[in-house]
């Protein structure tokens, strides 16, 4: 398993931008997929985006186009730049880990605690 601590949650306006950032506790994450979800008050948590050892990434649908994933394997850092945000994008998001993008999408075994991200209209 792998600690995840994000960061970069806030407020922000409807159209405006944030970029969320996960950094991972173990020496290296480039054997592991990395992805992001999150979770809206009343609502299950749900799957954002995810991007495997080689860069491949994969997004949910509501978020295609708007949001960019990207990693830093130097870093052990993962990151979910947010564009065009809309106030139904508010909700707590996630870091999660696994071994691969599969596993990740499915059911990670490692999750970060989640940052707040509150889009206002």
Not at 34 to 42: D, E, I, L, N, T
Not at 83 to 101: F, G, H, I, M, W
């Amino acid at each position: 398993q792998v600690q995840l601590a994000e960061s970069g949650g806030g407020l922000v306006q409807a159209g405006g931008s944030l970029r969320l950032s996960c950094a991972a506790s173990r020496r290296t994450i480039i054997n592991f997929a990395m992805g992001w979800f999150r979770q809206a008050p009343g609502k299950e948590r749900e799957f954002v985006a995810v991007i495997n050892w080689s860069g491949t990434t994969y997004y949910a649908d509501s978020v295609k186009g708007r949001f960019t994933i990207s990693r830093d394997n130097d870093k052990n850092t993962v990151y979910l730049q947010m564009n065009s945000l809309k106030p139904e994008d508010t909700a707590v998001y996630y870091c999660a880990a696994d071994r691969t993008q599969n596993a990740v999408v499915r059911g990670p075994s490692s999750w970060g605690q989640g940052t707040q991200v509150t889009v206002s209209s």
